[in-house]
């Protein structure tokens, strides 16, 4: 699901960069506003930092290190954290903390959000021994209810333990003057996708299939895979460029 806003509220957010506190205040009432402040009152209080990133979107943050996403869109509030599903640590810790099945629960399926149908269908994943198919994130908690909201704290406790003894594998990014490079080069739509795949398995964000435009699949594993060796000799822009060449062939 992309819940980037693409129109004239996209450039009034980026001159101010909202703090969370604020649009949540505005956006939600009731029980779900206390709900949000209460989790962003947490955040704070636990070194967690809530960054802006997009239209009602902040990328929170331990010591520089992402930790999840947090998005307001369409009168919910969602959760993305950052897990690596081939960590066998955190598999041991989930089943010790009995968190397998909220994360089986809340796993986010395809439904089609760009046109022409161009990011469907989603990814066959396995997660810890069950299998999903047509997924999109995994997981992503929409309006978590209080036994959701423990089991993210926990695993933001295992992942600020990991950011803090520095096991975090290097995250890539792609700057803005090169990404409106690349949008004019590839197409916006063939960018969106491309990106999403290439940086899925860089980040090891997911355990995804073979994406399906991708003819000359071994080719383009070649590329991702010297990208995820992280030698300071490799021009990680470069080696991006020719993964989304092959992503559209």
């Known amino acids: 699901m992309f819940l980037q806003d693409k129109d004239s509220k996209f450039k009034d957010q980026g001159k101010v960069k909202p703090k969370i506190e604020e649009i949540a ?9 206390k709900s949000v402040i209460d ?20 990328k929170i943050l331990y010591k ?7 998005k307001l869109w369409n009168g919910s509030w969602y959760i993305d954290p950052d897990i690596d599903f081939n960590d066998n640590g955190f598999e041991m810790y989930a089943k ?7 994360i089986w ?4 399926p395809c439904i089609n959000c760009l046109p022409n149908g161009q990011c469907t269908p989603g990814r066959s994943v396995k997660i810890y021994g069950k299998d999903f198919k047509n997924v999109c994130h995994a997981p992503r908690f929409k309006n978590p209810n209080d036994a959701e909201v423990d089991c993210i704290k926990k695993i933001f406790d295992y992942r600020k333990g990991i950011v803090a003894e520095n096991k975090v594998p290097k995250t890539f990014y792609i700057g803005k003057n090169k990404r409106e490079e690349l949008v004019k080069k590839f197409g916006l ?3 969106e996708m491309g990106y999403e795949v290439i940086m899925s398995y860089i980040n090891q964000d997911i355990v995804a299939e073979k994406p399906k435009k991708t003819k000359d699949f071994n080719k383009f594993f070649g590329i991702y895979t010297e990208i995820k060796k992280n030698d300071p000799k490799i021009n990680f822009l470069k080696l991006f460029e020719m993964g989304l060449e092959q992503y559209i062939k």
């Open 189 to 191: 739509p063939n960018f």
């Open 64 to 70: 520089s290190k992402s930790v999840a996403f947090i």
């Open 96 to 102: 010790q903390e009995k968190l397998e099945k909220h």
């Open 39 to 58: 989790f962003i009152a947490y955040l704070r209080s636990n070194k967690m930092t809530p960054q802006w990133a997009s239209v009602n979107s902040w």
């Open 105 to 108: 629960k809340n796993i986010e």
């Open 25 to 33: 205040s505005e956006y939600f009432k009731g029980e779900t506003k």
